[in-house]
Structures are given as structure tokens and as C-alpha cells.
């Protein structure tokens, strides 16, 4: 399509113009507060009345608050030269551009226009496919599409398009949408596809047209994905071919009574079954008036790329993503990337169930530029043949790079908070530390479609000192379940109770790997105790209290009540594989309320019946200092299912009671211990909730104060040393004051003696200093002799390079050897002049001035 460019220019010139008026005339009434003429106020008049009656007959939709940005950016010194003016490149794409429109509103009269050209915050004309800026956000949660979806979602308030037919005139860079944090559905799928473009995605906007709910934001018809729902997995019985030879089957002993009860029961199965049809039927929405008419933008994501196996939309208005051939998308229209903008040519009768998205396809897809996208022709032909050249590429995006503060990415949220209704549900986000107790999220199921009986609330917490994860509460049943991460003191993991008050129904579980005593869970009644161990190396596994009715007697000197009476424990415990089964304990019952304990072993596999022991409690006497058990074999009943096995001897039986007398002690200490740990953890608890800590992490500069203040205290102190240390380095007496003891006052004596040190110091350092140039000259001319010497005794038989490196140590030589003797003579010259300074330092020094100047 080769057009003369001033042609196109000419032809282009007028939806400019028409644009550029209408702006003007935007701008001027917001801005301009001058009266208008009689004739123009009656025109006025006339088309706000036609379009009153033109709008009559559609219902009344969201206000519509699109201009609501135009009034913040119309300082154009904000902005850059890219966007107030166009390159010569985007002037010659812009005659393409134009080109093609026209022979697209030839071609297909009865098609809405195109989005190609929208103007932008600075009215003037950009290309959609110019406005994408690929950018990759420097963000864990960036690098994959759901939590790009997700951001972009909670991160923008949604703008209804005014009117919902139309595409918008106005397309504004990502930048300035995320400044003020609105958009319309294009502004939300250019920011979301620019990340995502920036991420490794193929991804694409797409225009064309939706439901409803989905061009609205409204999912108050749909499941909220935060509720758990359990698919349950039908099993179709297989069916066996007859054979033609077989057993006659049995006479049907099926019961008639059961039979009669399971159609009873499919019989209630359909009525329910009925009853949601009736409710799916209710909570239906409306018809629509403008349904198939309503203009939708989104995000196509193509197979291929970052090991997407398949092509997928996201809605970004709501982050979620639907299969490609979903009934809510009725059509597309036209998609684009940042390289090229394609026209769908397909039939859409049946929304996009029939589409492809070959893009490659030039019967199903029509592109703008033909030879720009250079991504696409990656197969070359073997034979040699070689492509095309490029006539129009489109060109770089005129948009400002793509910036998200760390802070903005934590506040998520526009005003730190985000309510989203689903079907019989509410959603509550919350930015962290913006609630004093953690909270990030709330989830509100209701029992009916109008959200007014409240059925279950569900919180999520996040940087808890206490590691409270999630909080759980049954309105019906008023149970409230707690859930918390590993890192408490008492390796709490769950809390399922009805109120906090010591002594009702409650259920803990806990982190069996963090304690001591390997506790599991507990579990707690009116008059039980449950308990359950793991990985113990006693082997017990399992613990099981009964209490007796409290008795209200008060201990004297203290209000306090006794503790409910205990009437039975049973411990039961692992197989230990290393014992013979039968001298293995199973059980352990200490019948404390019967005066007995009772013994049940492990059977044998080829037993089916367990051995049995079962002792009375004996007489103890002897006082709690030196107990004494008064044993005898009538105190104990046994059962032995192996009648040839021989009875265990009296002192054996007296020494398994005397261990389970301080087995059933422990045991009691433990429950006791197990009663004082209950109520320990929730008065912990109580006051926890009482004062909701926050944890803040050091690298937080923005929240950790104490962190802050900690930091400057030690720059502060630093600062102090190291200027301490300076003055020290700097004051020669400091090293003779220390042998004097650093005294804060000195006297004539005390002066003249570090007069005298001073001096001699200085001076022997400068003697030393001589003897050691010294030393070094005379080492060298040693050496030099000695290479001499060396020389002459080989000089017959030397080569020219063997006298070349002689010739060249010598003059090394010689040269170190002047060196040293001029150091040695400046040194000798200098050392007085050095002796005499330091001399007039001293006495000219505040300290020591009032006793050496005498």
C-alpha cells in the first residue's frame, strides 16, 4: 500500500482536527469560567436535548469519571517532548495507520472503528501499539502472570466507558494511570500486557466486547476463589460382558427395607438437586439491553512462551484468568502487541468458542504491518531465499518508564483498602501494617444471594508476633479456629474453641516436632482430656483422661478451688519391636476412681485374643518418706492365651506393680502439668489479642523506628570515637603521658622529664635511621663486590648475555648505592635542624610552656 505522503497527511489531518477540537472545547470549559455567546448557549441547548432522547431508551449506567484525569494532566510542562509532539517515524506510521482506516470504513461499513489512534493525556494522537511499554518490574510477584494480574487488579480503581458501546478517545500512558491509580479496562489490560510483555510473555490486548459483569467489575454472580469447594469424583461402575456360559447368580438377599430407604434418599437428593435449579434460576441476572454491544478490553496470552502450554484470556479488572472459547467473551474485534496491530476477520455469531489465534493467518487476521514483526519469520528458506526488506516497522513507545515503588507494591491497595463482593461472599484486602492487628484479609460467607445472614468470617494475618496465620469463625455454631505459623514458644498450631474461659471445650494441635514430650494434639471436655503423641521414645501415643465432678472446697487461706478430681487415665502405646509381643504394653488403664490398673499386651499375628493383667492397689505403709507395698499374688487376675506359657514370678510381679504405682504418679503430674499449660496459654492468648504486636523487619527503614533511632545512636558513637582517636593520633606527648600515667595536671618535674624522653626518643629514632641506610649501603657494596669479583674469574668464559645482565646489575647496583648515599647525607643534615623543631615544639607546647620557658 504505497501512498504519496502528503496525501495521507491530508486525509489524516481531519479526525485530527476533529479530536483536537473537541479537546479544545473540553478544556475550555473546564478551565475558562468566561460566559459563552447567546448563539452558542442555544446550540448548546438543542444537542444536550437530542442527546437526552437519544439516551432515553438506555438504561442509566455508572457516572461515568473519565475526565476526572484530564483535569490533573493538563500541566503540560509534567510530561516529556514524547508525549506532547510525534517523531517523523510515528508521522509516517500514522499515514499507514490512516491508510488502512480508511480502507477498513470501506470495506466494512457496518463495523464499529477501530482503536488505532486515540489521543493521549496531552491530546495528541499516539498508536495504541506505541503506548505499550514493556517493562520487567524488579518484584518476585511480577515474574509470573497471576501475580501481575493480581497487582494491576488491586492496584486500580476501574472507570466505567462513557458511553459502554464506544471504545475511549482518550488512551493515557501507563505512568500517568498508575499515578492516580483509575483507569477505563484498556488503561488496565496496556498496564497489565506491558508487564507482561517485559515478564516473557506473548501476551496481547484484545478489543472487542463482553458480559455485563465483566465489563463492570461485577462479580457478585460468581464463586469466590478464596472458598474451598471439594469436587467430588463420580465412579462409574465398570460393566462386564456376559458370557454365553455362566453361573446362575444367587437369589437376591438384598433387604427390602434398605432398598426403600435408598430411593427415599434419591428421592430428597433430586428435590435438592430441584431446589438449586430454582436458586440458579433466581440468581440469574437480568437481561441486558445492551448485551453483544458492550465494549470490553483484556490480555491474550499465547501458547509457547515461558512454557505456556495453551492460549488463556485475563480479565484485568478482576486478575482471573478464563479459557479461551468461555460464553462471557461475545467477540473480538482487534488485538495488538508493541509491534504490530492485527484486525479479527472471523465470525463471532458465536462468540469466540469458533476462533483461532493463528496470527500468521492472513485470512482469519488481518495486520496493519505486514513485514514489521520480525518475531514471526523465524523460519528461513534452505534453498537461499531471503526475506523481504522491512518497509514499516512500528516505532519505540513514547510512554515513560514503568516505575512501582517498593512502598506501592506493599500498599497494593488504592487508600490501603479493596472490599470485592462475590455470590454470597465478601472480600476484604488490606495493605500491610494498615490494621493494628495484621489483618491483610478478610472473607465473609453469607447464607443467602442479599449477603445479610452471615454464615462464616475467615481472617488472614500477617508479621504477628504471636504467628497467628488465619482465624476462622462458624457464626452458627459461634466456633472460632485459630491456625498459627511454627515459631511460638509453645509450638502452638491450631485453636478450635467456643470461648477463652478455662475449662470449656476446646481443641489444640501443635507442632509435635518442636516439643520435648512430642504432644501432638489436645483435646478438651466437660469431663475429658484427649491427647495424642508422635515419635516419643516410650512409644506412647495416645492419652485418654476422665475427670469427676468438680467439688467447690476451699483450700484454707486462699479463695482458690481444688482441681477436678481424675477417675481414670489410659495410655496406649506403639508396638516396640525389639519386645516379644506379649511382654510388649499396649494399654495402660489406672482405674484411680476403682482402686485397680489394668495391663492389655500386643497380641501375636497368629493370636487374636491379647494378654491381660490386672492388679489391685496394695497397702502402702512405711509413710511418703520410705513407702513400703505390701505385695501378695492375690492382688493380681492375669490372662494368658497361651496356656503352656509359665507364670511370672512373684518378684517380677511386685517389681512391674512397684513401676506402675510411679507410672500412674507421672501420669497424674502430667496432667496436672497438661491443666496449668491449657490455662498458661490462654491467658497468652488473651493478652495477645489485648496488645496485637507487629513484627518489623531491620531492613523496614520506614516503620522500624527503634531500628532507626539504634542505628543513628551508633553513628552517633562512632562518629565520637573515631574524632576521639583523631585528637590522640594527633598529640605527640600522648605515648609519655600514658608511661606518667595520663595525669589530668602536670608539674615542673613532670615537664622536664617529658622533655628529656622526647628528645631522646627523637633521637635515638634518628640514630636508628642512620645505622639502618647505613646498613643497607654497606650491604650493597658487599653485594657489588662480590658480582666484581664473580666477574673476573669467569670473564673468559662468559656469553654476551651472561655479561649483559652484569652490565645491567651494576649500574642497578650503582644506582642503589648513590641513592642511599644521598639519603645518608640529607639524613645527617636534616636530623639537627628535626632535633632543634621538636625542641621549640616542646617549649612552645600550652602544657609544657609555663615550666620550659623559664
Known sequence: MDVPAEGVEGENKQPVSENKDEAEDEVKVMESEEPLDDKETSEQVLELQELEEALSNIPPEPPSVQNKIIKHVLRLDEFPPSYKENTPKERSIFAMIENFRLQYAYLYPDRKPLILCPLNECRVQKSVCTTLRPTLLNYPETYSWDGCASFVSDYLIMEPLEPPTDPPKYLYSS???????????????????SILLGAGYNAYCVSGYAVK????????????????TRKQKSQSAKKTPKSKYSVKPPKNLNSSFERQQAENLAAEERKQEEAKKRELEQEQPPPDPLHGLRVHCWVLVLAGKREIPENFFIDPLTGLSFSTVDERFLGVESLWNHRNY???????????????????????????????????KEEVDEEGDHEEPRIFEMPSSWVRKIEISPKEIKLRCPGGRKVIKYKKAKLEKFSPYMMSDGLTMRLTTYQDIECTSVVEAREWFSHRQDHLEE?????????????????????LKSHRYLTMVPGAERQMDFYSQARTDGLASRVELSSEMRETFEDRPDF????????????????????????????KIIQRFHHNHEKAANDDIAEKAFLISDQRIQLTYHREVDQIIPPRKDF??????????????NFSP??????????????????????????LLEDEIRAKNHVKMSENEVQSILALRSQEELESKLTISVYDTDRNERALMHRQELEHAKQEERLHSAEKELDFLAPFLIQLGDPKNINFKMAQQLKEDCLSDLKRRLIDKANLIQARFEKETQELLKKQQWYQQNQMTMTKEDEDSYLSYCSEAMFRIHILELRLNRHKEQAPQKYLALEEKLRMDPRLAEYLSK
Open 540 to 567: 506412647l501415643y495416645f492419652q485418654h483422661v476422665v475427670f469427676g465432678k468438680k467439688e467447690k472446697q476451699h483450700v484454707p487461706g486462699s479463695g482458690e478451688t481444688n482441681s477436678k478430681p481424675i477417675l
Open 471 to 491: 482465624r476462622k469463625l462458624k457464626k452458627e455454631t459461634v466456633v472460632t479456629t485459630e491456625y498459627f505459623k511454627p515459631g511460638r514458644t509453645d509450638a
Open 342 to 376: 492485527w484486525i479479527n476477520m472471523q465470525d463471532c455469531r458465536n462468540g469466540c468458542k469458533d476462533m483461532t489465534f493463528d496470527l500468521d493467518d492472513n485470512v482469519k487476521w488481518e495486520c496493519v504491518l505486514p513485514t514489521a514483526d520480525e518475531e514471526r
Open 175 to 193: 505512568s500517568t494511570v498508575l499515578r492516580f491509580q483509575q483507569g477505563t479496562c484498556f488503561d488496565f489490560a496496556i498496564l497489565l500486557c
Open 634 to 659: 492375690n492382688l493380681m487376675i492375669s490372662f494368658q492365651v497361651n496356656p503352656l506359657e509359665k507364670p511370672v514370678k512373684n518378684l517380677l510381679l511386685y517389681e512391674l506393680l512397684t513401676n
Open 213 to 228: 459483569e465483566l465489563c463492570l467489575q461485577d462479580q457478585s454472580r460468581q464463586q469466590c476463589p478464596h472458598i474451598g
Open 616 to 629: 489391685f492397689r496394695p497397702f502402702i505403709s512405711g509413710g511418703k518418706q520410705e513407702p513400703k507395698v
